[in-house]
Nanobody, 116 residues
Framework: QAQLVESGGGLVQAGGSLRLSCAASGSMTINAMGWYRQAPGQQREMVAGITRAGGSNYADAVKGRFTISEYTYNNTVYLQMNNLKPEDTAVYYC???????????WGQGTQVTVSS
């Protein structure tokens, strides 16, 4: 059973930076990893994703501010978040896709709070 462990959330002022990390356990090949977020009363939304080949995509709201790292070296993916805004406040979840593209494995979530 795959397990994802996230860390790096916290409280930061607007304009600040945080780096989230997500370590995936197990020896199975991971085909893609990504970060999602869910604000109170909102649906979970995709923030950034990256494939095993290194192709990445970002939500429009974070383009130019967030960067997702490659993960193939040690099955750990990072999300560098710069110029944070109050609207980035949410619980951030890491996700991984293994052999079944229809199934995502999720981490426990880490809270990011940006104060104005």
């Amino acid at each position: 059973q795959a397990q994802l462990v996230e860390s790096g959330g916290g409280l930061v002022q607007a304009g600040g930076s945080l780096r989230l990390s997500c370590a995936a356990s197990g020896s199975m090949t991971i085909n893609a990893m990504g970060w999602y977020r869910q604000a109170p009363g909102q649906q979970r939304e995709m923030v950034a994703g990256i494939t095993r080949a290194g192709g990445s995509n970002y939500a429009d709201a974070v383009k130019g501010r967030f960067t997702i790292s490659e993960y193939t070296y040690n099955n750990t993916v990072y999300l560098q978040m710069n110029n944070l805004k109050p609207e980035d406040t949410a619980v951030y979840y890491c996700a991984a896709i293994y052999s079944d593209p229809r199934k995502r494995y999720w981490g426990q979530g880490t809270q990011v709070t940006v104060s104005s």
